[in-house]
C-alpha cells in the first residue's frame, strides 16, 4: 500500500473542532472521573472518546481529533478496523471463554503459530498467551530463572518493562512508577544503556564503551554465572525512544550466548510493524531467546506473549505458566485478525512511509528551533528530544508540556515521554493517511511557534 490508508468505517478522517478542547461534555464526565476513579489512574488529555478510526479520535462533544499515539502503540491497525471488529463479533457469538488452561480451543494455538513463525530466528518456538504487557515480561523471567537454575536479571537505564512488583523492578524510572511502591523484588541489576545523545563522550564512542561497561558491571557486580537474563528493549519506549547504535544489541546477545544467559527482547512497543519491520530485533539482524509482545499485536484487545525457543519454553514445569485469561479467545481472534490486516497491507512498508514522511518534516524543525536537541526513531516510532537549546542539552520538560497541551488544545493528540519528560514521540496508527499526518505535523510545528 502507499499513502492510502486501510478502510477506516464510516469516520470522516478530517481534524474538525467544534468546541474548545476539552468540550463540555468531555469536561462534565472528567468531573465524574475525579469523583469515581482513584486518583493514581492519570490521563493525558482528559478528551472523552466516542468512536474512533483510521487516523481520527471523534471525542463526546463531536471533535475529529488526530490520533498520533494510537493509544501508546497499540491500535497498529487503526482503531476498530475492520478485520479486527467482525473477527471479534463472530468471535464473540461462537464463545466468550472457556480458559485456556480447562478446555482449550484452536484460536490461542494458530495465534501461538503464528508468533513462532513471525518472530525473528528459524529454529523451533513455542509461545505462551497472557493479557498486558507486564504480565508477559514476568513469565520472560519465570522461564528464563526455570532454563537457566540462575536468579538474577539485568536491566537498562531508562527501561520500562511494566507496572506489577517484578517489572517495576526492571523499570527504571523512579516517579511516577515506583515511587512509594516498594520493596520492590530482588535480583535486579542495573546497567547504562547505549543512548548516543546522551553518552557523555559522544556518539561516537557510545555503542564501545556502553558495552564495556556493561559487560564489566555484569563480571563484577552480578557474576556471569548467575544471570538467569538480560532483558532490553530493542527501541527504548517511555524512555525516550532511545536507539541504540548499529550493532549494539547483537554485541549484547552474543555475549549472553557465550555466557549461557537468556537475551530477552522486549518487543511490547516496539513490536508489529511498529518500526518497519515485524520486529525491531528483524532490523539488527538479531534473534532473542525469549521476545516479549503485546500492544499492537491484537488491535486493541487485551493479549501479551511470551515466545522464544522451544528448550527454552518447554522446560517449564507443566501448569507453571498461565492465568484465567490469558490468551481469551475473543483477544486471539482480534489478534488474528490484526496479523492478516497487517500482513495483506504490507503495514511494515506503511510504517516506512510514515518514516519518510516524519523524519524529514522533523529534522526542517528541529533546524528552525534549536531546543529540539535530537530527531530519533525508525518506521512510525519516531520522537524528539527538548533541551534549553543554544547547544545546551539540559532537558526541556516545561517545553515539552507546553508543545504537548498546544497539539491537544488544537485536536492533536500527541505523547510525551523520556526519563526527564522532554520528549515528544509520535506513534500514528498505521491505518492514518499522509494528509492527516502532515496537518498533525503542522500544528506540532505551530505548537513551537506559539510555545518558544
Ligand atoms: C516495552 C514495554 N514493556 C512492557 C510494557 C507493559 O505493558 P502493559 O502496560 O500492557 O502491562 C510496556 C507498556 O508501555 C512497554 O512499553
Known amino acids: ?3 492510502a490508508p486501510i478502510e477506516t468505517g464510516h469516520i470522516e ?10 468540550g463540555p461534555r468531555s469536561q462534565l464526565l472528567q468531573e465524574r472521573k475525579l469523583s469515581a476513579v482513584s486518583a493514581g489512574v492519570g490521563t493525558g488529555l482528559p478528551v472523552y472518546v466516542e468512536r474512533a478510526g483510521g487516523g481520527i479520535l471523534v ?13 501508546i502503540a497499540v491500535t497498529t491497525v487503526g482503531n476498530a478496523a475492520p478485520r479486527v471488529v467482525s473477527a471479534v463479533q463472530s468471535q464473540v457469538e461462537d464463545f466468550t471463554h472457556t480458559c485456556f488452561m480447562v478446555t482449550p480451543y484452536e484460536k490461542y494455538v494458530e495465534v501461538c503459530e503464528r508468533l513462532n513463525a513471525l518472530t525473528p530466528g528459524d529454529g523451533e518456538k513455542r509461545s505462551a498467551l ?12 519465570k522461564v528464563a530463572r526455570v532454563f537457566t537454575g540462575r536468579t538474577a536479571v539485568v536491566a537498562f537505564e531508562h527501561a520500562y518493562h511494566g507496572r506489577t512488583n517484578l517489572t517495576m523492578a526492571l523499570t527504571a524510572k523512579n516517579m511516577p ?3 512509594g511502591f516498594g520493596p520492590f523484588a530482588s535480583e535486579i541489576y542495573r546497567v547504562p544503556m547505549a543512548y548516543p545523545y546522551r553518552w557523555p563522550t559522544g556518539a561516537d564512542h557510545c555503542a564501545d564503551e556502553a558495552f564495556e561497561e556493561f559487560v564489566s558491571l555484569v563480571h563484577t557486580q552480578v557474576g556471569e554465572q548467575n544471570a538467569a537474563a538480560v532483558i532490553i528493549e530493542p527501541i527504548q519506549g517511555e524512555g525516550g525512544f532511545i536507539v541504540p547504535p548499529a550493532g549494539y544489541l547483537k554485541r549484547i546477545a552474543d555475549w549472553c550466548t557465550q555466557h549461557g544467559i537468556l537475551f530477552i527482547a522486549d518487543e511490547i512497543q516496539c513490536g508489529f510493524c511498529r518500526t518497519g ?3 525491531a530485533c528483524d532490523h539488527e539482524g538479531v534473534v532473542p531467546d525469549l521476545i516479549t509482545t503485546g500492544k499492537g499485536i491484537a488491535g486493541g484487545l487485551p493479549l501479551a506473549a511470551v515466545t522464544g525457543r522451544a528448550e527454552v519454553m518447554d522446560s517449564v514445569h507443566g501448569g507453571g505458566l498461565g492465568g484465567t485469561y490469558g490468551g481469551n479467545p475473543v483477544a486471539c481472534a482480534a489478534a488474528l485478525a490484526a496479523i492478516e490486516t497487517m ?27 534549536d531546543v529540539i536537541g535530537d530527531v530519533r526513531g525508525r518506521g512510525a516510532m519516531l520522537a524528539i528530544e527538548l533541551v534549553a537549546g543554544g547547544g545546551d542539552k539540559a532537558p526541556n520538560p516545561t517545553l515539552t508540556a507546553a508543545v504537548n497541551a498546544y497539539c491537544h488544545s488544537q485536536g492533536v493528540v500527541t505523547l510525551t515521554a523520556g526519563t526527564f519528560g522532554n520528549v515528544l514521540r509520535f506513534l500514528p496508527p498505521l491505518s492514518a493517511g499522509d494528509d492527516l499526518l502532515n496537518e498533525g505535523l503542522d500544528i506540532v510545528g505551530q505548537a513551537f511557534v506559539a510555545s518558544t
Open 59 to 71: 471525542d463526546v462533544d463531536g471533535n475529529h481529533l488526530i490520533d498520533l499515539g494510537s493509544g
Open 343 to 369: 500482513q495483506t497491507e504490507d503495514l511494515c512498508g506503511r510504517a516506512r512511509e510514515i518514516e519518510a514522511l516524519f523524519l524529514p518534516r522533523l529534522r526542517g524543525l528541529a533546524e528552525r528551533f
Open 1 to 3: 500500500m502507499t499513502n
Open 277 to 279: 519491520d515485524w520486529f
Open 130 to 141: 497472557f493479557n498486558s504487557g507486564a504480565e508477559a515480561v514476568e513469565n520472560a523471567i
Open 13 to 22: 478522517q478530517r481534524r474538525i473542532l467544534v468546541t474548545a478542547i476539552p
Open 177 to 179: 512508577y515506583k515511587q
